[in-house]
């Protein structure tokens, strides 16, 4: 019973008082170690700064477990500043500018008539496609901007890709059309 | 651009970093306001400073006086804010149908 007193009230508080003095050094080192998982050009620097970040946490348990989350994840930042430092050693290479890719749909418009056939082929197409044909009426527009007729906006590729395999179904429609009537 | 890996925790420091663009911020502070894990928003940092959507400076003080290690600060660039505002508007809109808009379907 006496032992069980001694080691409750005497020792416990002071084995408690004794690692919450110990916890900065403990985080601290956590730190250095979390930091060999870094280049070794920016290892220094990452130190000083995880060392830093980690003095403004207020209580002692807490710049521990601090310091343990920075140490689970600094494979990950080791990770990102290789990759920084692999992409700032790169050579830049320089290329002309490509020309635009949008296309103006006035093409299809010559070619196929397509507010005519909208009835025989209504049903052929799916709600986007309709959709990216009733945006397009009878004006000629780049895909681009067709693109921006829609919330969240549809890019340049999409669009054409849409206008592409509407086509198809529509020149096969047709064809169809024209056989049947035979 | 770079930053191909868009997850939720880049996401909440972005939008933290947009609710103050002027101002400067520190690892642990943001990870903090984001509410994601500590150690996760230095990698994020790292990667959103070799695009250069943040620079970042140490801060000037008297180590010995403050009784504490000098730290980093980060802070929004131009091409950080709007490339933020843009992924932000991205991140909210990846899930949604494209539908027309009301003045291109009125016309």
């Keep these: 019973m006496i032992w069980l007193s001694l080691v409750t009230f005497v020792l416990m508080p002071l084995t408690v008082a004794e690692l919450s003095h110990c916890c900065p050094w403990i985080a601290d080192k956590l730190v250095v170690f979390a930091s060999t ?32 989350s920075i140490l689970l994840r600094s494979p990950a930042a080791g990770r990102a500043i290789a990759s920084a430092i692999q992409r700032d050693s790169r050579p830049v290479h320089t290329t002309e500018p490509k020309p635009s890719r949008a296309r103006s749909l006035n093409s299809y418009n010559d ?9 025989a082929i209504d049903q052929q197409l799916t709600p986007l496609e309709k959709m990216v044909f009733l945006a397009v009426r009878v004006d000629r527009m ?22 592409a395999g509407s086509v198809v179904k529509i020149h096969n429609s047709l064809r169809d ?3 049947d009537t035979e | ?25 520190y690892g642990l502070e943001l990870a903090a306001r984001a509410r ?21 400076h140490w801060e000037d003080i008297d180590e010995s006086a403050e009784h504490r290690r000098r730290r980093k600060y980060y802070r929004l660039t131009g091409l950080g804010c709007s490339a ?17 808009r009301p003045e291109a379907a009125a016309l």
């Excluded at chain 1, 290892?43 to 601090?66: N, S």
């Excluded at chain 1, 681009?144 to 890709?161: C, E, I, M, R, Y």
């Design chain 1, 37 to 68: 998982k870094v280049p070794a050009s920016a290892r220094e620097e990452q130190l000083a700064q995880w060392q830093g970040d980690i003095d403004t946490v207020p209580g002692q348990l807490l710049k521990v477990l601090k310091a343990t």
């Design chain 1, 111 to 119: 070619r196929l008539r397509l507010q005519q056939i909208g009835v």
């Design chain 1, 142 to 163: 780049s895909c681009d901007t067709l693109g921006q007729q829609f919330s969240p906006p549809l890019s340049a590729q999409k669009v054409q890709n849409i206008v």
């Design chain 1, 177 to 179: 059309l024209e056989s």
């Design chain 2, 1 to 25: 651009m770079g930053i191909t890996r868009r997850t939720h925790s880049l996401i909440a420091v972005l939008k933290k970093l947009l609710e103050c663009p002027d101002g400067d911020h």
């Design chain 2, 36 to 56: 994601i894990n500590p150690g996760s928003v230095y990698p994020i940092l790292i990667r959103l400073e070799s695009e250069g959507w943040v620079t970042s």
């Design chain 2, 84 to 100: 933020a505002e843009r992924e932000l508007i991205s991140w909210e809109n990846r899930f949604k149908q494209p539908a027309l």
